[in-house]
């Protein structure tokens, strides 16, 4: 008898399940539209007042057994779902920077340097452009190091506004005299959308720095040019923070980005910032796009950078940015961490001969 009537009810519930599906996808159909109305008007998707409208509307016709706040959480479910069917084309796919949507890895090509292919690649400059006569010597000791890429900052985002802000636009004129002496290329931070296009002429690689990774606007800025840029990390950003910052780039055409590891901040003092090495492999796995370590700003020590640079290569990272300056002590800004002209002469020397670096042949 009573497994008849269990028999029954289940029948019952099987049949209301039925029902609650039609309904629900019913539901979703009209979500749907509703989606594409609030598109066309360029709404927001979520609409909280609504929300709430509907929610208090149910719990007050709600008449159990189920209680007010188990009605909410069920029908808020439902609302979550029919919203994620309201999203946009594009932001229901995997980001373009990632790598389900590109498995290729992105290569950079610069004249003769590739940047994320076969071969690692040296970044290194002073902290700032301070002279002719420093940055040519600089140039002139990555020439002879087999460097191929110079930076110098001339828009220097100090934490102080007392401190030394970097040359301008006539630092990036040094620095691209300098390296066009020496055949290499530049790469330099620039921190206002304005100065992107006058500065295009002199550097080769836009730096977005730490500080700007959530300066949005540059970020699409950035996303105009036809430019490579190179993308640092956050002080405080996470992975993914980090990868949707490149994403700001890169959906707005310019797919030139590579991305460069520079430490964040955590209560460890013995260092400047805490060099996570293990955001290189995540971000080789997440991502196709080139990722490069900052041994200088991560560590803010010259006696660790061999062993950092040489982790960073083993963890799978395309390149290395180092800063060097023919006096650090005399350097304007960051003159703790810069390797002289002969220390980062034997540091290029000890990351090649690790077996970590690739590099062609001839
Ligand atoms: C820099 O590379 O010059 C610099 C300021 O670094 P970060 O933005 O990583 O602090
Ligand atoms: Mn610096």
């Not at 401190?163 to 055949?183: C, H, N, S, V």
């Amino acid at each position: 008898m009573k497994t008849t009537e269990l028999h029954e009810l289940r029948g019952r519930l099987d049949g209301i399940n039925e029902q609650l599906l039609e309904l629900l996808n019913e539901r979703a159909r009209i979500g749907v539209l509703i989606g594409e109305i609030k598109q066309s008007l360029d709404v927001p998707v979520h609409d909280a007042q609504r929300e709430k409208q509907m929610l208090d509307r149910l719990a007050a016709s709600n008449e159990g057994p189920f209680d007010d706040q188990t009605i909410r959480h069920l029908f808020k479910e439902i609302f979550k779902a029919t919203l994620q069917l309201q999203q946009p084309e594009r932001k229901k796919q995997p980001l373009l920077v990632s790598r389900r949507k590109e498995q290729a890895d992105t290569v950079i090509r610069l004249r003769g340097t590739a940047i994320g292919g076969a071969d690692s690649v040296l970044v290194a400059g002073p902290c700032s452009v301070e002279s002719r006569e420093q940055v040519m010597e600089v140039a002139a000791s990555l020439k002879r190091a087999g460097v191929p890429v110079m930076r110098g900052g001339a828009f220097k985002p100090r934490t102080s506004p007392y401190d030394f802000q970097g040359l301008g636009f006539e630092g990036l004129r040094l620095l691209k005299e300098a390296a066009d002496e020496y055949g290499l290329l530049t790469i330099s931070e620039i921190v206002d959308p304005r100065h992107l296009e006058e500065a295009a002429a002199y550097i080769d690689i836009v730096q977005i720095g730490a500080r700007n990774m959530h300066n949005f606007e540059l970020l699409k800025a950035a996303g105009e040019l036809r430019k490579p840029v190179l993308l640092k990390r956050g002080l405080a950003a996470t992975l993914d923070e980090f990868l949707h910052a490149a994403e700001y780039i890169v959906s707005r055409g310019n797919t030139q980005v590579m991305l460069i590891e520079r430490g964040i901040r955590t209560y460890e003092k013995w260092t400047r910032n805490t060099l996570d090495i293990s955001a290189v492999p995540i971000l080789k796995k997440e991502s196709h796009l080139p990722v490069l370590v900052d041994v200088s700003h991560s560590t803010g020590r010259k006696d660790i950078m061999i062993p950092c640079a040489k982790a960073a290569l083993a963890a799978g990272a395309d390149g290395i940015m180092a800063e060097v300056h023919p006096n650090p002590p005399a350097a304007l800004s960051d003159a703790d961490q810069q390797l002289d002209i002969e220390e980062f002469e034997e540091f290029v020397r000890e990351v090649k001969a690790s077996g970590l670096y690739r590099e062609a042949a001839g």
